[in-house]
């Protein structure tokens, strides 16, 4: 008993010293002298080394596989200290390692140790490598939340779990006011030329979908999300203006008209003096993107609410084939994205792509386009500088924010939501999918 008694008495001793050791170190690091950094970790893997040999010695919990995995450890370069953790006659090994030395300690262990064995440490989950955490602290819900979306981002696939398990994390959260402040705009304008070669006998935003234009559909769906945003703006082109006035005679509705077919960037802009002092967020979507749910567009705005940081928010969706493809750096941050048809970029394989609609501060976006259009604005050609000769919309204002990381984008989407119309045999695959979502989301209220 009298030895038990000693273990217990020496580790409150370490426990003292450890704690005196790490609030010197947070000092420290705080004044920047990593130097004594090194000196502390050897001072903590003293007291490490000498648990150890006080669980052995005076708690006798210690086993021969115990001991010949510490000789090993504590054998390796960059190892501080090593002692036995879990409740004894086996457990595990904690070791305390500079960061430069861990793949050589665990490529160590794993020749010495595991191999001889016939296992394989890391692959049987026996070799964990982990990293000071901020120890207890108030939990923010709002930073799990983050977490949980970044994780997703930071996949290579994501897996329907994944992505409904974050669709409950956006359900939950609350908007913020700043995001409360909503104007839908509807882009609605272009020429129609491919729909036109396909078949279609009406403007893409007028298509009948189950019984309904696109864009009707499109204005529906912003209504059930929003109870209080802004009337809709749509922008038109003269060769869409007097049809689609015509389609939403009985609709609530603003408008805005694009003099030219000058890229969806540049309809956006015919909006400026309408929007001009508008202190909340746009929500841009394609008049033509009659799949995307309400439940999609109140998600965005929730994202926002998580990322009130950002400029630029927009929902994604994985798929093969994507028509616009977002890109990402090592960290899983939006570097950039690029359009198959207008800009003749590369056909990927799978990839990330936006489903028509996002989520912008007014101000910011408004100074991006007002910033693209005088960057590429070409006076002789009154033509833009870009390879279409038109102004985009999003993947210039993506490009633009990503430079100063102000634009987030998360895959919560089905990716059926993704369906735009195009051409004439898009027309029956947005009634397709939009009968599959509402099926589900029957299932889902039912449940």
Same mark, same amino acid.
């Given at each position: 008993?009298?030895?038990?008694?000693?273990?217990?008495?020496?580790?409150?001793?370490?426990?003292?010293?450890?704690?005196?050791?790490?609030s010197?170190?947070?000092e420290? $690091?705080? +004044?920047? =002298?990593?130097? /004594?950094?090194?000196? @502390?970790?050897? #001072?903590?893997? *003293?007291?490490?080394?000498?648990?150890?040999?006080?669980?052995?010695?005076?708690?006798?919990?210690?086993?021969?596989?115990?001991?010949?995995?510490?000789?090993?450890?504590?054998?390796s370069?960059?190892?501080?200290?090593?002692?036995?953790?879990?409740?004894?006659?086996?457990?595990?090994?904690?070791?305390?390692?500079?960061?430069?030395?861990?793949?050589s300690?665990?490529?160590?262990? $794993?020749? +010495?140790? =595991?191999?001889p /064995?016939?296992?394989? @440490?890391?692959? #049987?989950?026996? *070799?964990?490598?982990?990293?000071?955490?901020?120890?207890?602290a108030?939990?923010?819900?709002?930073?799990?939340?983050?977490?949980?979306?970044?994780?997703?981002?930071?996949?290579?696939?994501?897996?329907?779990t994944?992505?409904?398990?974050?669709?409950?994390?956006?359900?939950?959260?609350?908007?913020?006011d700043?995001?409360?402040?909503?104007?839908p705009?509807?882009?609605?304008?272009?020429?129609?030329?491919?729909?036109?070669?396909?078949?279609l006998?009406?403007?893409?935003p007028?298509?009948?979908?189950?019984g309904?234009?696109?864009?009707?559909?499109?204005i529906?769906?912003?209504?059930?999300?929003?109870d209080?945003?802004h009337?809709?703006?749509?922008i038109?082109?003269?060769?869409?203006?007097?049809?689609?006035?015509?389609?939403?005679?009985?609709?609530?509705?603003?408008?805005?008209?694009?003099?030219?077919?000058?890229?969806?960037?540049?309809?956006?802009?015919?909006?400026?003096?309408?929007?001009?002092?508008?202190?909340?967020?746009?929500?841009?979507?394609?008049?033509?993107?009659?799949?995307?749910?309400?439940?999609?567009?109140?998600?965005?705005?929730?994202?926002?609410?998580?990322?009130?940081?950002h400029?630029?928010?927009?929902?994604?969706?994985?798929k093969?084939?994507?028509?616009?493809?977002?890109?990402?750096?090592?960290?899983?941050?939006?570097?950039?994205?690029?359009?198959?048809?207008?800009?003749?970029?590369?056909?990927?394989?799978?990839?990330?792509?936006?489903?028509?609609?996002?989520?912008?501060?007014?101000?910011?976006m408004?100074k991006?386009?007002?910033?693209?259009?005088?960057?590429y604005?070409?006076?002789?050609?009154?033509?833009?500088?870009?390879?279409?000769?038109?102004?985009?919309?999003?993947?210039?204002?993506?490009?633009?924010?990503?430079?100063?990381?102000?634009?987030?984008?998360?895959p919560?989407?089905?990716?059926?939501?993704?369906?735009?119309?195009?051409?004439?045999?898009d027309?029956?695959?947005?009634?397709?999918?939009?009968?599959?979502?509402?099926?589900?989301?029957?299932?889902?209220?039912?449940?």
């Open positions: 008993m009298r030895l038990r008694a000693r273990h217990h008495l020496g580790e409150i001793r370490r426990v003292r010293v450890a704690t005196s050791i790490l010197k170190l947070a420290a $690091q705080t +004044k920047t =002298y990593l130097n /004594q950094i090194d000196t @502390g970790m050897r #001072e903590l893997g *003293v007291l490490l080394d000498q648990s150890h040999e006080s669980l052995r010695d005076l708690y006798g919990v210690s086993t021969d596989e115990v001991e010949e995995l510490v000789s090993i450890v504590r054998d370069p960059g190892v501080y200290g090593a002692r036995l953790m879990g409740g004894g006659f086996g457990g595990n090994v904690l070791a305390l390692i500079h960061e430069e030395h861990v793949d300690v665990v490529d160590q262990v $794993q020749a +010495k140790y =595991y191999e /064995q016939n296992r394989h @440490g890391v692959i #049987e989950g026996s *070799v964990m490598i982990s990293t000071p955490g901020d120890g207890l108030p939990i923010d819900v709002e930073d799990v939340f983050r977490k949980a979306i970044e994780n997703l981002n930071s996949a290579e696939v994501v897996n329907e994944q992505r409904i398990t974050v669709n409950r994390i956006l359900d939950q959260v609350e908007p913020r700043s995001v409360k402040q909503l104007w705009i509807i882009v609605a304008a272009g020429k129609g030329t491919r729909s036109t070669a396909s078949g006998t009406t403007p893409k007028l298509a009948s979908i189950l309904k234009a696109a864009l009707v559909r499109v529906e769906n912003i209504q059930e999300a929003f209080k945003a009337t809709p703006l749509v038109v082109s003269p060769e869409t203006e007097v049809a689609i006035r015509e389609g939403l005679a009985e609709e609530e509705v603003s408008f805005a008209v694009q003099p030219a077919a000058l890229g969806t960037g540049n309809a956006v802009l015919s909006a400026r003096e309408q929007l001009r002092g508008f202190e909340g967020y746009v929500l841009v979507i394609w008049g033509t993107q009659p799949v995307v749910q309400s439940l999609t567009m109140r998600r965005t705005v929730n994202l926002a609410s998580l990322y009130p940081t400029d630029m928010i927009l929902p994604t969706v994985l093969q084939r994507p028509y616009a493809p977002l890109t990402r750096d090592a960290d899983g941050r939006v570097m950039a994205a690029r359009e198959t048809h207008l800009e003749q970029a590369e056909q990927l394989t799978y990839g990330e792509s936006n489903v028509g609609m996002f989520l912008l501060k007014c101000d910011s408004l991006a386009l007002d910033d693209l259009h005088y960057q604005w070409n006076e002789d050609s009154q033509r833009y500088d870009r390879s279409s000769g038109e102004l985009g919309f999003p993947n210039e204002l993506i490009s633009y924010f990503a430079k100063r990381q102000g634009v987030f984008a998360a919560f989407a089905d990716a059926r939501e993704e369906q735009g119309i195009k051409t004439l045999a027309v029956a695959l947005c009634e397709q999918f939009i009968t599959e979502l509402s099926q589900i989301n029957a299932r889902c209220d039912g449940d």
